[in-house]
């Protein structure tokens, strides 16, 4: 049997990884070792964090409409409760983007939950 050296293969791996090591800084993109553990640490921090920006999103959104409803004279958790409470099925995000954007509509949202407590 012939003996197989896996010499493209390697190759192709430390291509590959030294593409993904492009944007580091010295020694991090030149050398392979380094390249290699700064790439496995920077996929280790995508996978976690593509998890993490759901919970980020979620509570920035909770923010701004707290702060709109406040602005109202309303908190957050009564807001909620009274748009649920008079049947409105508004997302987060959305009411985050009408406090934002839209403080007119985002008011007439906070008397409709008024009415319902």
Same mark, same amino acid.
């Given at each position: +049997?012939?003996? #197989? /050296?896996?010499? %493209? &293969?390697? !190759? *192709? =791996?430390?291509? *590959?990884? +030294?593409? @993904?090591?492009?944007? &580091?800084?010295?020694?991090?993109? /030149?050398?392979? *070792?380094?390249? /290699?553990?700064? %790439?496995?640490?920077? !996929?280790?921090? @995508?996978? =976690?964090?593509?998890?993490? /920006?759901?919970?980020?999103?979620?509570?920035?959104?909770? %923010?701004?409409?707290? @702060?709109? &409803? =406040?602005?109202?004279?309303?908190?957050?958790?009564? $807001? +909620?409760?009274?748009?649920?409470?008079?049947? #409105? @099925?508004?997302? =987060?995000?959305?009411?985050?983007?009408? &406090? #934002?954007?839209?403080?007119?509509? $985002?008011?007439?949202? #906070?008397? %409709?939950? *008024?009415?319902?407590?």
């Amino acid at each position: +049997m012939p003996r #197989v /050296k896996g010499h %493209v &293969a390697h !190759l *192709k =791996r430390k291509k *590959k990884i +030294m593409r @993904a090591a492009k944007g &580091a800084r010295g020694g991090r993109s /030149k050398l392979y *070792k380094s390249a /290699k553990e700064n %790439v496995e640490r920077g !996929l280790r921090y @995508a996978y =976690r964090d593509r998890r993490r /920006k759901k919970r980020d999103f979620r509570r920035l959104w909770i %923010v701004r409409i707290n @702060a709109g &409803a =406040r602005q109202h004279d309303l908190s957050y958790s009564r $807001f +909620m409760a009274g748009l649920k409470g008079a049947g #409105v @099925a508004i997302n =987060r995000k959305l009411l985050a983007d009408l &406090a #934002v954007r839209d403080p007119i509509a $985002f008011g007439a949202l #906070v008397e %409709v939950a *008024k009415k319902s407590l």
